[in-house]
Nanobody
Framework: QFQFVESGGGLVQPGGSLRLSCAVSPAILGYSAVGWFRQAPGKEREAVSCISATGESTNYVDSLKTRFAISRDNAEPTAYLQMDGLKLEDTAIYYC??????????????????WGQGTQVTVSP
């Protein structure tokens, strides 16, 4: 009933760009916020960005706000994370997540019930 499939990761050079996609279940359409998280090797999973159920509000980690942009298309339905000016420290597995019925964003990993399998982003010269 609930499925989240991330794609768009890969190997890029510093300063490059990637656009990640998260195909979400129709049950999430218009009802639930979608968050992006990442986990680097040996580190805890951390929040990256989030978009509310209808896209009227978004949240970003301050250090990423000028480089990353979150959006969603509730007709697909798909959530996106556009990443520009990638740096070495952006290397991580990126996940999308959601909780049915929760309309607004949370940066707490415990606030999300359903998670995708993740997509690897590697930034290397």
């Amino acid at each position: 009933q609930f499925q989240f499939v991330e794609s768009g990761g890969g190997l890029v050079q510093p300063g490059g760009s990637l656009r990640l996609s998260c195909a979400v279940s129709p049950a999430i359409l218009g009802y639930s916020a979608v968050g992006w998280f990442r986990q680097a090797p040996g580190k805890e999973r951390e929040a990256v960005s989030c978009i509310s159920a209808t896209g009227e509000s978004t949240n970003y980690v301050d250090s990423l706000k000028t480089r990353f942009a979150i959006s969603r298309d509730n007709a697909e339905p798909t959530a996106y994370l556009q990443m520009d000016g990638l740096k070495l420290e952006d290397t991580a597995i990126y996940y999308c997540a959601s909780t049915p019925g929760r309309r607004y964003c949370s940066g707490d990993v415990n606030g999300y019930v359903y998670w995708g399998q993740g997509t690897q982003v590697t930034v290397s010269p």
